[in-house]
C-alpha cells in the first residue's frame, strides 16, 4: 500500500575558553561536579557551551566528575542544568492503535466504535471503522520497540529520547534533525524565566522513534511480510500522531494507527 501520512571524546582533560581573569565584582569561583548517569565527555560539552568567556573547566574522566571556574551566576546556570541533565531516563510509553476505515458494505466494519477518537474520524471520515488492535509500548530508551496488534499487524522501530544539542540549531526538515533544546536555548530561559523555565525545557524532552514501521505478516504459503508503512516520528509528551495507509487518496479503504504518548515512568533513583 502506498502511504499516506498526516501529520568529544575530549582530546585532553582541560578544556579552556580564553585566558582566566576576574573583573572587579565579577570573580571567578569554582565548583566540582560529580556525574552519575550521563557521560562525563558529554556533560564537559554541555558546560563548555554554557560558560562566559573568562570560564574554563577540567575534565576528570576516571572520577566521572568536572571541574567548572566562572562566575557565580554562570555556575548557578550549570548547576541546575546538571540537576536535571544527569537522571536517569524515564520509561518509554506509547499506546498505539491500529483501525481499519472503510467506505464498503459489507467488509465486517460497523458504525464508529465509541473510543475511536472524534478528531480521527474528522480527519478520516469513513463511514466505518473497526478496531483491529491496541497496544501499550512500554520498554527503557534507547532500543528497540515491537508490538503485535491483532490480525497478523506487527509494529516495530527504534526509540530513543530527544539529547541536549550544545552547538547551533540544526536546519529544520532534514531527515536526521532532532527537535531538541540547545545551550543557547537553555542560556535564555536562564535570563528571561530563571531556574523554573531551565527546569521546565530540560524535562519536556521528545521520543523519537525511527524506522517505525508497519508490516502486515506474509500468508501461509511463507511469503514475506508485507510492509504497509515506514517513517520517523517525533512525540512530545502527551502528544497524538495519526498516520494513514491506503492505496490512493480516493481509496475506499485504509488502514490507520494513532500512536499517543503517555506520560512517562520515572524510574526511582538510588540513594
Not at 492503535?97 to 472503510?102: G, I, K, P, R, Y
Not at 502486515?216 to 508503512?229: F, T, V
Not at 515506514?230 to 495519526?242: D, F, G, H, M, W
Request: proline share 7%.
Amino acid at each position: 500500500m502506498r502511504r499516506l501520512l498526516t501529520c568529544m571524546v575530549l582530546a585532553a582533560c582541560a578544556v579552556t575558553t580564553g585566558p582566566v581573569w576576574a573583573a572587579p565584582g565579577n570573580a571567578l569561583v569554582a565548583r566540582t561536579f560529580h556525574l552519575r548517569y550521563r557521560p562525563v565527555d558529554e556533560a564537559a560539552q554541555l558546560a563548555q557551551s554554557l560558560l562566559s568567556g573568562n570560564g574554563n573547566l577540567t575534565v576528570y574522566p576516571a572520577k566521572k566528575a568536572l571541574t567548572v571556574q566562572d562566575t557565580p551566576s554562570v555556575l548557578d546556570l550549570v548547576a541546575h542544568v546538571f540537576r536535571e541533565y544527569d537522571r536517569p531516563d524515564p520509561v518509554f510509553r506509547v499506546r498505539a492503535t491500529l483501525l481499519e476505515a472503510s467506505n464498503e458494505e459489507g467488509n465486517g466494519t460497523s458504525g464508529v466504535p465509541d473510543d475511536v477518537d472524534p478528531r480521527v474520524r474528522r480527519m478520516f471520515p469513513f463511514k466505518a471503522y473497526r478496531k483491529l488492535g491496541t497496544a501499550v509500548l512500554e520498554w527503557d530508551a534507547p532500543g528497540p520497540i515491537s508490538a503485535t496488534l491483532g490480525e497478523g499487524f506487527v509494529l516495530e522501530g527504534q526509540a530513543a529520547w530527544s539529547r541536549l544539542r550544545t552547538g547551533a540549531p540544526a536546519p529544520s526538515g532534514g531527515e536526521g534533525d532532532t527537535p531538541s533544546v540547545t545551550a543557547r536555548d537553555l542560556r535564555t530561559a536562564w535570563e528571561l524565566g530563571g531556574k523554573d523555565m531551565v527546569v521546565s525545557m530540560l524535562r519536556h524532552r521528545r521520543l523519537v522513534i525511527e524506522d517505525l514501521t508497519l508490516s502486515h505478516a506474509g500468508d501461509r504459503e511463507g511469503k514475506s511480510p508485507n510492509e504497509l508503512l515506514r517513517t520517523r516520528v517525533v512525540l512530545a509528551p502527551n502528544q497524538e500522531v495519526v498516520l494513514a495507509m491506503s492505496p490512493s487518496e480516493d481509496a475506499e479503504r485504509a488502514v490507520i494507527i494513532v500512536l499517543k504518548a503517555l506520560t512517562p515512568h520515572r524510574r526511582v533513583e538510588a540513594r
